[in-house]
């Protein structure tokens, strides 16, 4: 659902609860990495929305580039109009 540097949200069919541990595996590469259960929410399409925490920093795990902290989406106002002179 989510991912991010430090988990993810994600659908689990199976029970799990709050601080429970549980070994995340990618279906693109064979790395694991364990995980905490940090929120357990509602059931969507049958499966629970799960919080999960990384136990240790893995910033590569997704294998996708995460834009740096100080990164700010560029506002329209910032960017000079360009007008076409006909």
């Known amino acids: 659902m989510v ?3 430090h988990g993810a949200l994600i659908g689990l069919a199976s029970r799990v609860s709050a601080g429970q541990l549980i070994e995340l595996k990618s279906h693109t590469h064979p790395e694991t990495r364990m995980c905490r259960i940090v929120y357990v929410g509602p059931a969507v399409d049958g499966k629970l929305q799960c919080g999960v925490e990384f136990l240790e920093p893995s910033p590569n795990f997704w294998r ?3 834009p740096p902290e100080d990164w700010a989406p560029l506002i329209e106002a910032d960017v000079p109009l360009k007008v076409s002179k006909s």
């Open 64 to 66: 996708i580039a995460f």
């Open 3 to 5: 991912i991010n540097a």
